[in-house]
């Protein structure tokens, strides 16, 4: 027999939550200020990030995307939150999925083996918990 999976549905305060997330979308160009020039690209993520420029002859020039000044930052409510709209959390152990609450799912470690994170991922699926990168 096929075990039938139990499908949370999202509540209004979820659906909320994940509106906010999206609006709130719109990124800056930060782009990077060490490199060649004619490689450091808007759609490449490595350049597209923040570098405060250092030193005498490194200045700031119009080209090189804005400066990050607050108000940039999201808002404290849906910061951290995944876009699905439930809170993220890093999981080493099966204990620690085990002491996962209702609106939280559940992200496996990077240095977590195969045959530990199979365990781990069998342990969230009996719990109804779903798993980011299983």
Known sequence: MAEQKTVRTKTAKTKKMVAKIRAKRRKLTFRGRFGKKNIRRK?????????????????????????????????????????????????RNEKEIAALKENEIARIASGIGNKK????????????TRVLNP
Do not use: Y
């Open 43 to 91: 759609s490449n993520p490595k350049w597209n990030k923040w570098r405060r420029p250092r030193g005498i002859d490194e200045q700031q020039k119009k080209e090189d995307g804005r400066t990050p000044q607050s108000g940039f930052r999201s808002p404290k409510s849906i910061r951290g939150i995944h876009p699905s709209g439930l809170n993220e959390r890093l999981v």
């Open 117 to 128: 994170r199979e365990k781990m991922c069998a342990e969230a699926e009996k719990k109804g």
